[in-house]
């Protein structure tokens, strides 16, 4: 019966006006992205819109530069690396300070979502000062490394989060049925947890791999992909950009997708 109400219900003006409102907003975030989609398959040399003509070549041009390739690897090797660091690191830290009881964990907290509030530009010059004497500029290590550091407060957050929300009890009865604490955590707690932990670790890979700021400081003459794009705009912009930025965001819907799917909203392991 409230259901039948709910279906013959009529649409009030001010509902109109909300979904007029939602629609706008929605074609004005999503319109750039169209856009750049339409001119990624432009048959013209340089970008123009709307585009001439229909072609694969600005696609092939990427798969074919090998310079371009590199730099995907690249930033790929560099996401992995940070998100895998980032992850465990940030899981350890969250776990300290969720549960800790220790003189200074209040400022350990604040410490560890430090890079979340500093300035892109401040903490990659502090950075570029301390691997310049240590001569790691230029290493795609030292780029996951910084990046490591950078994106550490999103796992800290999210997993902080969702150990906050986690039945203590549960990691408490498997203690009394004989398991370690250690098997606790990691036949309880984490399976438990995993929507958090896959939604931090992909949130650290997307970070990682769109940052650009750290990388054109620390990355030396060996470009990530953002710094590829970066230098493209500035000396030979064509269309070639925008297949790349298609492909970049194809990535992130992939990701999102995956995490929607097993991350935030997934039913954890019983």
Same mark, same amino acid.
């Given at each position: 019966?409230?259901?039948?109400?709910? +279906?013959?219900?009529?649409?009030?003006?001010?509902?109109?006006?909300?979904?007029?409102?939602?629609?706008?907003?929605?074609?004005?975030?999503? @319109? $750039?992205?169209?856009?750049?989609?339409?001119?990624?398959?432009?048959?013209?040399?340089?970008?123009? !819109?709307?585009?001439?003509?229909?072609?694969? +070549?600005?696609?092939?041009?990427?798969?074919?530069?090998?310079?371009?390739?590199?730099?995907?690897? +690249?930033?790929?090797?560099?996401?992995?690396?940070? #998100?895998?660091?980032?992850?465990?690191?940030?899981?350890?830290?969250?776990?300290?300070?969720?549960?800790? +009881?220790?003189?200074?964990?209040?400022?350990?907290?604040?410490?560890?979502?430090? $890079?979340?509030?500093?300035?892109?530009?401040?903490?990659?010059?502090?950075?570029? %000062? @301390?691997?310049?004497?240590?001569?790691?500029?230029?290493?795609?290590?030292?780029?996951?490394?910084?990046?490591?550091?950078?994106?550490?407060? !999103?796992?800290?957050?999210?997993?902080?989060?969702?150990?906050? #929300?986690?039945?203590?009890?549960?990691?408490?009865?498997?203690?009394?049925?004989?398991?370690?604490?250690?098997?606790?955590?990691?036949?309880?707690?984490?399976?438990?947890?995993? $929507?958090?932990?896959?939604?931090?670790?992909?949130?650290?890979?997307?970070? %990682?791999?769109?940052?650009?700021?750290?990388?054109?400081?620390?990355?030396?003459?060996?470009?990530?992909?953002?710094?590829?794009?970066?230098?493209?705009?500035?000396?030979?912009?064509?269309? #070639?950009?925008?297949?790349?930025?298609?492909?970049?965001?194809?990535?992130?819907?992939?990701?999102?997708?995956?995490?929607?799917?097993?991350?935030?909203?997934?039913?954890?392991?019983?």
């Amino acid at each position: 019966m409230h259901a039948a109400a709910r +279906r013959t219900r009529p649409i009030t003006p001010w509902n109109l006006a909300l979904y007029a409102y939602c629609t706008l907003i929605f074609a004005f975030l999503t @319109l $750039p992205m169209v856009i750049v989609a339409l001119l990624s398959f432009s048959a013209a040399p340089y970008l123009v !819109f709307p585009p001439q003509g229909f072609s694969l +070549r600005w696609y092939t041009a990427y798969f074919a530069d090998s310079i371009w390739i590199d730099a995907t690897i +690249r930033s790929v090797k560099v996401a992995l690396a940070a #998100t895998a660091g980032a992850t465990v690191l940030g899981t350890l830290l969250a776990f300290s300070l969720v549960r800790g +009881r220790y003189p200074g964990r209040v400022v350990v907290d604040q410490l560890a979502l430090a $890079p979340l509030i500093m300035p892109s530009i401040v903490y990659s010059v502090a950075i570029y %000062s @301390l691997f310049a004497h240590l001569k790691l500029i230029g290493l795609w290590q030292a780029i996951a490394l910084a990046h490591t550091v950078h994106t550490l407060p !999103f796992v800290v957050l999210i997993v902080g989060a969702g150990l906050r #929300t986690f039945d203590l009890a549960q990691e408490q009865a498997a203690v009394g049925l004989g398991a370690t604490r250690f098997q606790a955590i990691t036949k309880v707690t984490l399976p438990q947890i995993r $929507p958090a932990l896959i939604s931090a670790a992909f949130l650290v890979f997307i970070s %990682s791999f769109d940052e650009l700021v750290i990388a054109m400081f620390i990355g030396g003459s060996r470009m990530t992909l953002p710094k590829k794009m970066f230098d493209n705009i500035m000396n030979d912009i064509d269309p #070639t950009i925008a297949a790349v930025s298609v492909l970049q965001i194809a990535l992130v819907i992939i990701a999102l997708a995956i995490t929607s799917r097993f991350g935030v909203g997934a039913k954890p392991i019983a």
